[in-house]
Nanobody, 126 residues
Framework: QVQLVESGGGLVQPGGSLRLSCEAS????????IGWFRQAPGKEREGVSC????????YYADSVKGRFAISRDNAKNTVYLRMNSLKPEDTAVYYC???????????????????WGQGTQVTVSS
């Protein structure tokens, strides 16, 4: 059974950090590009970051550039999203997704992805 499971979300104060994990089961993450998306209440799902199959291509939304970092550990079948200097506007449910498309490039649109996790809540508040 193909499954993606996110973890690492929670409540953090503004300026704090979190590391989200996206662990795959039922398939090998080496063959997939991974995207991180987020959705806040009343807003559309937006692409936050992604990493290509080879790991050479990455993308960051302007709103998170310089604060978030994506990485992959194929040996652990896991992709991470390190989030620093968190702001209240980062509050959302964060989802990871997997796609077979793109060896050296990745995609920031949800329609490019085949498999999705269930999401993890990130709340940034004092």
């Amino acid at each position: 059974q193909v499954q993606l499971v996110e973890s690492g979300g929670g409540l953090v104060q503004p300026g704090g950090s979190l590391r989200l994990s996206c662990e795959a089961s039922g398939f090998t993450l080496d063959d997939y590009g991974i995207g991180w998306f987020r959705q806040a209440p009343g807003k559309e799902r937006e692409g936050v970051s992604c990493i290509s199959i080879t790991g050479t291509g990455t993308y960051y939304a302007d709103s998170v550039k310089g604060r978030f970092a994506i990485s992959r550990d194929n040996a652990k079948n896991t992709v991470y999203l390190r989030m620093n200097s968190l702001k209240p506007e980062d509050t959302a449910v964060y989802y990871c997704a997997a796609t077979r498309w793109g060896a050296d490039v990745c995609y920031d649109v949800p329609t490019a992805y085949d498999y999705w996790g269930q999401g993890t809540q990130v709340t940034v508040s004092s």
